[in-house]
């Protein structure tokens, strides 16, 4: 089964400044998506940035990147500027599409993001 | 741009009563979801649908869960008999057929207490 992992429950920064957050994943697949969501406190899940994983190259979205390493299995996001508006909890997300119909999605633990001004 | 709507925003009820949650996907949308959050846990799937039956679901789905698609627009998820433990936000999304559209889209939730 694949898992995973969020290893900072919380992290806050600075507005203007640089985070990045951190996911691993565990898989004996090749072919699969990731993603990025974030859940301000309405609580609504929000896609920030997907990756499939047959892209060599990193997915980028305005302020948002991500650093895609398929060996390490590690798929980290890189948040630019932060703005107080990121303020949210993010989870990173595992995709697997079987048949046409079973797809779902395995979710992190999230991670607490803070913004300060 | 078009979204996934969801109603009730939040839903009360007496335990042992039976709920249903609603959906309405993204209209060009072939596939559906729910999943679940218990307040302070990560989200966790519970079922997919696709072409009028149940493609995937989890052990979360038991018995007392079931999905409806009873109309061209609609996406039902009915608990028959709620427990205190089914208190939880409940997100439906949807996604395209396949390919490169397989991102799937999260409605804001609804949020069941069950007292």
């Known amino acids: 089964a694949q898992t995973v992992t969020q290893s900072q429950p919380e992290m806050s920064v600075q507005e203007a400044e640089t985070v990045t957050l951190s996911c691993t994943y565990d898989?004996?697949?090749?072919?699969?998506?990731l993603f990025w969501y974030k859940q301000p406190p309405s609580r609504q899940m929000i896609l920030v940035i997907r990756q499939e994983a047959y892209k060599q190259q990193n997915a980028t979205e305005n302020r948002f990147s991500v650093n895609f390493q398929k060996a390490a299995k590690s798929f980290s996001l890189k948040i630019s500027d932060s703005q107080l508006g990121d303020t949210a909890m993010y989870f990173c997300?595992?995709?697997?599409?079987?048949?046409?119909?079973?797809?779902?999605?395995?979710f992190g633990q999230g991670t607490r993001l803070t913004i300060n001004p | 741009e078009p979204e996934v709507t969801q109603t009730p925003s939040h839903q009360v009820t007496q335990m042992g009563q039976e709920v249903i949650l609603r959906c309405v996907p993204i209209s060009n949308h072939l596939y559906f979801y729910w999943y679940r959050q218990i307040l302070g846990q990560k989200v966790e799937f519970l079922v997919s649908?696709?072409?009028?039956?149940?493609?995937?679901k989890s052990e979360i789905f038991d018995d007392q869960f079931s999905v409806e698609r009873p109309d061209g627009s609609n996406f039902t998820l009915k608990i028959r008999s709620t427990k205190l433990e089914d208190s939880a936000m409940y997100f439906c999304a949807s996604s395209m057929a396949g390919g490169s559209a397989d991102t799937q889209y999260f409605g804001p939730g609804t949020r069941l207490t069950v007292l």
């Open positions: 898989t004996s697949e090749s072919n699969y998506y």
């Open positions: 997300a595992f995709m697997k599409r079987l048949v046409p119909g079973a797809q779902k999605l395995v």
């Open positions: 649908f696709y072409n009028n039956e149940i493609s995937e």
